[in-house]
């Protein structure tokens, strides 16, 4: 048993690259044997309480049933056809949920493999939309900077181009427009003077610019930090007054996690384009999808031929489809919203004595997600076994160490992650 994780370890380390991760000087990993509900268990049988859904997407925790039956299910039937000329039940079933739960105008469903993905396929129906109309000049985008859109290089580029993750690129890049984020935060009075920076670029620019992209009210892996919903309201009317789309970026937001099903809800608006991903299916396979109205569509489709040009070979891919069917309908008749304020509360109440130490600049929470932000970027190296030590499973990134459970994680659990995190905190401050 040892041997054989030493040598799983040994073989990753040789030749498995991580995320983010050099391949001659990686970071420790641990081996992961089994992971049910909010617990994840290592080949050693030690349990980790999960603070992190996998990155957004595990939100009803792991190894759930109904999602499990529905993909057997389809496994029996198929797991893949290609989607050219073909159709199938589950496709149309995601279809069918997506516009019913996401803003009203949206009406058309494109469905790809990954976050990044689905909002290249957004960048692509912005520029398409406008050369249909007639405005091919009309191809940059206005980005509000400290987000995070993906990595591929269509959405690279739509990083922070000074603090992003991606700076390296920046020579490779399409240029567009930033903006600073919204200083209006989250809970804030509201202040008007929040829009000046949009407004300015809009009157300015809007003749070369296809959309405005923004991930709402939670701005996630650039950063996590909670803007003001008027901003989005604002956004909105500004991006009619100078003919500009509105993509909404919910790839990280989508499904619950910031307190309401969408981010765009605190504000009540409805975007143009919206891309989802992550929590569609639950965490249990990579499924995306990137809706629009029937305005952005049928102008595309009113030009040459009428073809949005995208067709990934995985397209609508069955199996993800049944897992995104199934934990939406789990979630809508879950008490999703209950849970998500009970969190929010257990992670504000958990995490208050944080604020204590000199080596934290800021403590955040919205939803499901909670945010010490420290004075000094924290090293991983260290602060991950410390998390390991006290049984939670918790990955910080730069100055963040930052807490987003699974939407059926207990009391005690919770109790336990955010007291870890206090822990590891005031160890590092002493
Ligand atoms: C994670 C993320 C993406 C990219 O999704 P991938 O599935 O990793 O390609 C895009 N936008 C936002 C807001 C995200 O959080």
């Known amino acids: 048993m040892a041997n054989f994780v030493d040598d799983l370890l040994r073989i990753d380390r040789k030749h498995l690259w991580h995320p983010y991760t050099s391949m001659t000087d990686p970071l420790a990993v641990y081996p992961v044997r089994s992971a049910r509900g909010a617990v994840l268990t290592l080949e050693d049988g030690t349990r980790l309480i999960d603070g992190m859904s996998s990155w957004w997407s595990a939100i009803h925790g792991y190894n759930v049933p109904e999602i499990n039956a529905a993909m057997e299910q389809q496994i029996g039937e198929f797991s893949h056809v290609m989607f050219g000329g073909l159709t199938h039940r589950p496709a149309v079933g995601v279809a069918e949920r997506l516009l019913d739960i996401t803003p009203s105008s949206l009406n058309h469903v ?7 993905i689905a909002v290249e396929v957004a960048l692509k129906m912005a520029v398409q939309y406008w050369i249909a109309d007639g405005k091919p000049e009309k191809s940059k985008m206005a980005v509000l900077r400290g987000g995070y859109h993906g990595d591929t290089f269509a959405t690279m580029a739509l990083a922070d181009p000074e603090n992003g993750m ?16 919204p200083a209006c935060k989250f809970g804030q009075q509201w202040d008007p003077s929040t829009m000046e920076p949009l407004q300015q670029l809009l009157d300015k620019s809007h003749d070369g610019i296809a959309a405005l992209v923004l991930e709402p009210v939670v701005q996630g892996a650039g950063g996590i930090y909670f803007y003001h919903p008027n901003f989005l309201q604002e956004a909105r009317k500004l991006c009619d007054r100078y003919n500009v789309l509105l993509i909404a970026d919910e790839v990280a937001t989508g499904f619950g996690r910031t307190g309401e099903l969408f981010g765009c809800n605190h504000a009540n608006i409805s975007p143009d384009i919206l891309c989802v991903g992550k929590a569609l299916t639950g965490g249990a396979v990579t499924l995306a999808a990137t809706v629009t109205t029937t305005t952005v569509a ?3 489709s009113s030009y040459g031929d009428g073809a ?17 069917n199934a934990s939406i309908d789990l979630l809508l008749s879950s008490p999703w919203r209950q849970r998500v304020h009970g969190i929010e509360d257990g992670l504000s109440r958990g995490l208050a004595p944080c604020r204590e130490f000199d080596s934290v600049r800021d403590l955040r929470v919205l939803g499901a997600i909670g945010v010490v932000e420290m004075v000094h970027p924290v090293d991983l190296a260290t602060i991950e076994p410390m998390f390991v030590e006290h049984g939670v499973w918790v990955r ?10 699974p939407f059926i994680i207990s009391d005690d659990e919770l109790e336990q992650l955010t007291s870890a995190v206090v822990k590891v905190v005031a160890s590092l401050s002493c």
Do not use: Q
């Not at 494109?110 to 990044?116: A, E, P, V, Y």
């Open 110 to 116: 494109f469905l790809s493999d990954s976050g990044s």
């Open 166 to 181: 991606h700076v390296l690129f920046n020579d490779h890049l399409a240029h567009h427009f930033f903006i600073p984020r």
């Open 298 to 300: 049928e102008t595309i």
């Open 308 to 324: 949005l040009m995208h067709g990934p070979t995985f397209m609508g891919n069955p199996l993800a489809c049944s897992a995104a």
């Open 396 to 405: 910080p990134f730069g100055r963040l160490i930052y807490l987003m459970p």
